[in-house]
């Protein structure tokens, strides 16, 4: 028995690299110049097992490899993006939602064309009830206590206040509505 071989190794050199979140699930050593490692770190092994059930360790390692080093963040980013879509909608994966999100854009730009033309309806019927109120011949100034209705002190008799009947009031008048 060689005790060269069987002597400890420095704490620095047997701990330099955790095993990647792709190597935990793949149970395999974990290299320092893993290529997944940078990506899939080992407490998210939930996003590489979404990545590995839909496209499969290999074809992930091929795509990346595939990819400038200075634009593999974002391509892993995209392949993460397309997977969970893909196990929520296996069919149309991240298309399906790109459509749904069209979808809302149309029926709300459909629904801001309707609120404008209702606005705009609104607004020309503003315009004409003003220019109505502006055509009305101006009421004199007469303070309500002039009005005949009231007695000489201002105040209601109780003789007046029938005076004005309802029924016989004037329709008369030079305003349409």
């Known amino acids: 028995m060689e005790k060269s071989n069987m002597?400890?190794?420095?704490?620095?050199?047997?701990?330099?690299?955790?095993?990647?979140?792709?190597?935990?699930?793949l149970r395999r050593r974990c290299d320092g110049d893993c290529i997944l490692a940078p990506y899939f770190p080992g407490h998210d092994v939930q996003k590489f097992a979404g990545v590995h059930k839909v496209f499969g360790a290999s074809n992930v390692i091929k795509m990346i490899q595939m990819v400038e080093e200075s634009k593999r963040e974002d391509a892993v980013k995209a392949i993460i993006y397309e997977a969970t879509a893909r196990l929520r909608d296996p069919v149309y994966g991240s298309a399906g939602a790109?459509?749904?999100?069209?979808?809302?854009?149309?029926?709300?730009?459909?629904?801001?064309?309707?609120?404008?033309t209702q606005t705009r309806v609104l607004q020309e019927q503003r315009n004409q009830l003003l220019g109505i109120l502006k055509n009305v011949h101006p009421i004199d100034t007469v303070s309500p206590m002039d009005f005949p209705a009231f007695g000489a002190a201002g105040f209601l008799s109780n003789d007046d206040i029938l005076c004005y009947d309802p029924s016989t009031f004037p329709l008369d008048c030079d305003w349409t509505l």
């Open 7 to 25: 002597a400890p190794r420095a704490p620095s050199q047997a701990r330099a690299h955790k095993p990647c979140a792709a190597c935990k699930m």
């Open 98 to 116: 790109i459509f749904h999100l069209q979808k809302m854009i149309q029926e709300l730009k459909t629904e801001l064309d309707l609120i404008r």
